[in-house]
């Protein structure tokens, strides 16, 4: 009897593709309502003649889900299909998830990967690899992460005009995508999948706000120079809040280059703290080994420059913003990686040392239903152009969405003072513009928010002396220790002499 050998194909990590062709191959799981939605908006474009269309897929929205249901539908019709990845990394990952899907019929174009095979009529693609070879025959094109605009996939969109392509993204909002597609579709938004439970809620914390003015910008985000100098001083309080405020949850944290990440590594080990180190050098082995580190529990997280904004399927319950950016791109992918949900999340805890919130406002907030040319002017944020941004809690430090009074956080309510008007947080001051002499009362009232926020961040006493010193010029004598929860006036004042004292200690 002649027996005759199955091959298979493996990849890394122990998954088959082409397997037995009498075995049953794995169900795709059923589309939610927003993957419904979002095929339904992508077969009516299409049928109406579009060919370079951009689907805007959140983090958690199952864009790899809804990749999928294009690839077989694709098949089904008879049509070739492409599917490129921006980082050599994402490719095996790729191959893994389709063939979680049921798609077993896959080549891959990358150096000489094992599963090399032009025969197959799915080929997953580098695009590091695209620029070198030939291109794949493929009848549709599916581009993840399209808003990064490589060129050989520029090219490719360029030479062939009648094929279709499909982009997908989380953040289709750069400069030029214009000039290349044809329209964006918005199938859901990151605040419905919070609501659905498919994405973590989050809580946010400004604990820092550096002084930026003095920054640079430089393709319409800040100098890397200028913001790592401005960041530098601020090492020990994002330490200390860490320590107060995420000791113990898996932590991701973004820092402005390596200089900067490597400051916050050794300011963390001297707190007794291991955190992780990553940058774009760091290959695809030794970060596993980083992530297998923090979900054992024998590393507290892991700090970052210029990397792990995308592709970060970990359980990341902290996330720490030691970057500014001005980038609402760089701003969701970051926040993003900390929005998966896990077992026992109630939340993610978001600590912004770089005041992006204030700049930038809540993720949620975000929204765009176009796509940018290049000849629009660089964005502002969303500061600069007059719309609302949180603002902090003047008693808990949780950042409150724009026009919401009593924090959902602490349920603090800020007292409306005589004479002031609160809006936004912002104090309009409608009395006299000279503000009369503080008396005992002023200065007790004074004195007791004082006394609240030093034993809120733990000061000791010395914060409270040295805010009614810079306030009324002595040191406090014959007033009350009993502390009393601030109104947003103190919490303005207080604001404004850390950030004298920041620029201070500087110069």
Same mark, same amino acid.
């Given at each position: ?10 990849v890394?990590?122990?998954m088959?593709?082409?397997p037995?062709l009498?075995?049953?191959p794995?169900s795709p799981?059923p589309l939610?309502?927003h993957?419904?939605?979002?095929m339904?908006?992508l ?20 864009k790899?889900r809804l990749?999928?249901?294009?690839v ?5 019709k008879?049509?070739?299909v492409?599917?490129t990845?921006p980082?050599?990394?994402l490719v095996?990952?790729?191959?893994h998830?389709?063939?979680?899907e049921?798609?077993d019929?896959?080549?891959?174009m ?6 090399t095979d ?12 695209l620029?070198?070879?030939a291109?794949p025959?493929a009848?549709?094109i599916v581009v993840?992460? +399209?808003?990064?605009?490589?060129t ?9 005009p ?8 989380a ?11 044809e ?8 605040d ?6 498919l ?10 706000h550096?002084?930026?003015s003095g920054v640079k910008?430089r ?5 890397e ?9 601020l ?13 113990g949850l =898996?932590?991701l944290v973004f820092?402005?280059n390596?200089?900067h ?6 300011q963390f ?7 992780g ?8 082995? !030794?970060?596993e080994y980083?992530?297998?580190?923090m ?6 997280g892991?700090?970052?420059?210029g990397t ?7 359980d990341?319950?902290?996330?720490v913003?030691?970057r500014?950016?001005?980038s !609402? ?13 896990a077992p026992?999340?109630s939340? +993610?805890?978001?600590?912004?040392h ?7 406002g809540f ?12 000849? !629009?002017?660089? =964005?502002e944020?969303?500061k600069?152009?007059g719309?609302p941004?949180?603002k902090?809690c003047?008693? +808990? ?5 724009p026009?919401v009074?009593r924090?959902?956080?602490c ?10 008007e609160v ?7 409608i009395? =006299?513009?000279?503000?009369p002499k503080?008396?005992?009362v002023d ?15 733990g000061?000791?006493g ?5 805010l009614?010193?810079s306030?009324?010029?002595?040191w406090?004598r014959?007033l009350?220790d009993? =502390? ?11 604001h ?11 110069a």
């Amino acid at each position: 009897m002649v027996t005759e050998t199955v091959r298979t194909r493996e990849v890394p990590g122990g998954m088959r593709v082409n397997p037995d062709l009498f075995a049953k191959p794995p169900s795709p799981k059923p589309l939610r309502e927003h993957q419904l939605r979002a095929m339904g908006m992508l077969r009516q474009a299409l049928r109406s003649g579009v060919r370079r269309v951009v689907l805007a897929m959140p983090t958690g929205a199952g864009k790899t889900r809804l990749a999928a249901e294009i690839v077989n539908g694709s098949l089904t019709k008879g049509n070739r299909v492409a599917f490129t990845v921006p980082a050599i990394s994402l490719v095996n990952q790729t191959v893994h998830a389709f063939g979680s899907e049921g798609i077993d019929a896959i080549g891959v174009m990358q150096g000489n990967h094992i599963l090399t095979d032009h025969r197959q009529p799915v080929q997953v693609v580098s695009v590091q690899t695209l620029g070198r070879r030939a291109r794949p025959d493929a009848e549709v094109i599916v581009v993840d992460e +399209c808003h990064l605009q490589h060129t050989a996939v520029r090219s490719w969109m360029e030479d062939e005009p009648r094929k279709v392509f499909i982009g997908l993204s989380a953040t289709p909002w750069a400069r030029g995508m214009a000039d290349q597609w044809e329209t964006l579709l918005v199938p859901v938004q990151m605040d419905e999948l919070i609501e659905r439970g498919l994405l973590s809620p989050f809580r946010v914390f400004a604990p820092s706000h550096p002084d930026m003015s003095g920054v640079k910008i430089r393709n319409g985000d800040y100098a890397e120079d200028g913001a790592a100098e401005a960041m530098g001083g601020l090492t020990a309080d994002i330490v200390s809040t860490w320590l107060e405020k995420g000791r113990g949850l =898996p932590t991701l944290v973004f820092a402005v280059n390596r200089a900067h990440a490597s400051q916050l590594v050794e300011q963390f080990a001297a707190s007794g703290v291991r955190m992780g180190y990553c940058d774009a050098h760091v290959d695809l082995v !030794e970060r596993e080994y980083l992530f297998r580190e923090m979900a054992a529990g024998n590393m507290a997280g892991i700090v970052n420059v210029g990397t792990l904004t995308t592709g970060v399927d970990a359980d990341v319950r902290c996330v720490v913003l030691a970057r500014p950016t001005r980038s !609402e791109m760089l701003f969701v992918q970051m926040i993003g990686r900390g929005l998966r949900t896990a077992p026992g999340k109630s939340h +993610c805890l978001i600590l912004d040392h770089a005041d992006n919130h204030a700049r930038l406002g809540f993720v949620t907030q975000i929204r765009h239903d176009k796509l940018l040319s290049g000849r !629009e002017k660089k =964005p502002e944020t969303r500061k600069e152009r007059g719309e609302p941004v949180p603002k902090a809690c003047g008693s +808990c430090g949780l950042l409150k969405p724009p026009k919401v009074h009593r924090c959902p956080g602490c349920g603090f309510e800020p007292t409306r003072q005589a004479g002031v008007e609160v809006e936004e947080g912002e104090l309009v001051e409608i009395s =006299p513009a000279k503000a009369p002499k503080a008396n005992v009362v002023d200065k007790q009232t004074f004195w007791s928010m004082a006394r609240h926020v030093d034993q809120a961040r733990g000061k000791g006493g010395r914060l409270a002396k040295a805010l009614y010193k810079s306030k009324f010029g002595v040191w406090p004598r014959g007033l009350s220790d009993e =502390p009393m929860a601030p109104d947003s006036a103190f919490m303005a004042y207080e604001h404004s002499r850390r950030i004298a004292f920041a620029r201070r200690r500087r110069a």
